[in-house]
């Protein structure tokens, strides 16, 4: 679709700077990609910006914008499209003496975490994950010494709730590295291209900080297995890109990737081929169980009335992860305590468990003696 389909012509009202003919002095622009799919992995960007403002009124003269609207190429790249971020004045006509200001694309989509505060400690129970993660904190801490043979991706995998993005922290924590941490379903952007832009962004920004752990979340939701890709649409770019940045083509020492599912068997393949480790996170058992919960409960502005029984809330509380047992049932309980006044009793935790496995009524009093 072209510009001039696209652009709105009207004059909105009596303030309308095109009414008065007042051409437009500054038009600023960002690469915004293609609207249909399968057209091209990746942006044309701008590099002589000079050429491209010539270009750009040459193009698009006569055309009236605002803020908001799009702008499509007609001629070297047909039907790729620029976002109009800012015009002035508002709703004013393209002509020969506008100046273009061109955007850099967007990498502010992932946040750096340089020092994480998490500690292996933190992270209750999951010691053959931890065991496995030294052999990562080594390579991290000098990677120089393990050269083609470096654990460079890494997978982790299991039930939500059970650690996998505290022992990342950790693990980056340990090796006195930066952790950049984004969620996959952030790569997948409005134009095709955006998700295989964005990945290669990560992993230059990792290159400059290296060694350093990307760390991507929610993995499934971009490298799901290819039969499931009807029910999330095509981010076939995204696992392209991918495939390129963790086969190593273009070396990029100290860079370590670590994805994380819940949803391990729904990978795709082709990806899931490309770690060297799969690391396993569990539930926690009832032991781990009652750890947590006596961590966690040192940690309440109420202190425990002597009716709690973790012991026996550990034993009640089968198949609860880690995040369950903090979120569902502790915050749960201590909120409960804190609106009655008080200490946190048996019965706030009764309620709360009740509550937190779905039941409709309360369990039977005294449970937890």
Same mark, same amino acid.
């Not at 053959?128 to 000098?142: D, M, N, S, V």
């Not at 819940?262 to 009652?290: G, K, Q």
């Given at each position: 679709?072209?510009?001039? =389909?696209?652009?709105?012509?009207? +004059?909105? %009202? ?43 009124? $040459? ?19 047909? @039907? ?8 002035? &004045? ?11 200001? /061109? ?29 496995? !993660? ?16 470096? &654990? ?22 340990? %090796? %006195? /590295? ?22 290669? =962004? ?5 290159? #400059?900080?290296?060694? !350093? ?6 993995? @499934? ?5 290819? %039969? ?21 083509? $273009?070396?990029?020492?100290?860079? !370590? ?36 919960? #006596? ?15 973790? $012991? ?6 089968? *198949? ?6 903090? $979120? +569902? ?36 009093? *005294?449970?937890?003696?």
């Amino acid at each position: 679709m072209r510009a001039k =389909q696209r652009v709105s012509n009207k +004059k909105s %009202s009596k303030f309308d700077a095109a009414s008065k003919g007042i051409g437009a002095i500054t038009v600023t622009v960002k690469p915004a990609g293609y609207p249909l799919k399968g057209m091209f992995h990746e942006y044309p960007e701008p590099s002589e910006l000079d050429v491209f403002e010539f270009y750009a009124r $040459e193009q698009w003269n006569g055309f009236i914008i605002k803020k908001g609207d799009y702008l499509f190429d007609r001629r070297m790249f047909p @039907d790729f499209a620029f976002k109009v971020m800012d015009v002035e &004045p508002e709703n004013s006509e393209i002509g020969k003496n506008t100046k273009f200001v /061109v955007q850099d694309y967007d990498d502010d989509f992932f946040i750096p975490e340089t020092k994480p505060t998490v500690t292996f400690k933190d992270v209750i129970g999951q010691e053959k994950a931890k065991h496995k !993660c030294k052999l990562i904190e080594r390579y991290l801490k000098k990677p120089e010494k393990f050269g083609r043979w470096m &654990p460079r991706n890494i997978l982790f995998h299991g039930p939500a709730g059970t650690g996998k993005t505290m022992m990342a922290k950790a693990l980056a924590n340990a %090796s %006195s /590295v930066p952790f950049l941490p984004v969620r996959a379903t952030k790569l997948i952007g409005e134009f095709v291209g955006d998700g295989a832009r964005q990945i290669h =962004q990560l992993y230059d920004k990792a290159e #400059e900080m290296a060694p !350093c752990i990307i760390f991507i979340d929610e993995f @499934d939701a971009v490298a799901l297995n290819r %039969s499931y890709q009807e029910i999330r649409g095509d981010v076939a770019e995204i696992v392209n890109a991918l495939l390129t940045e963790m086969d190593g083509l $273009e070396e990029r020492d100290g860079v !370590c990737t670590i994805a994380a599912t819940n949803m391990l068997y729904t990978l795709d393949p082709a990806v899931r081929s490309r770690f060297e480790e799969e690391i396993e996170f569990t539930l926690p058992t009832v032991e781990e169980r009652f750890e947590i919960l #006596e961590l966690y409960t040192r940690m309440f502005p109420k202190k425990l009335a002597k009716d709690v029984n973790l $012991e026996a809330i550990a034993k009640l509380t089968h *198949g609860f992860s880690g995040r369950d047992l903090v $979120e +569902k049932l502790l915050k749960n309980a201590l909120h409960k305590a804190i609106l009655s006044g008080g200490k946190v009793t048996g019965a706030h935790f009764e309620r709360a468990l009740a509550e937190a496995v779905g039941k409709k009524s309360e369990p039977p009093k *005294g449970m937890f003696a």
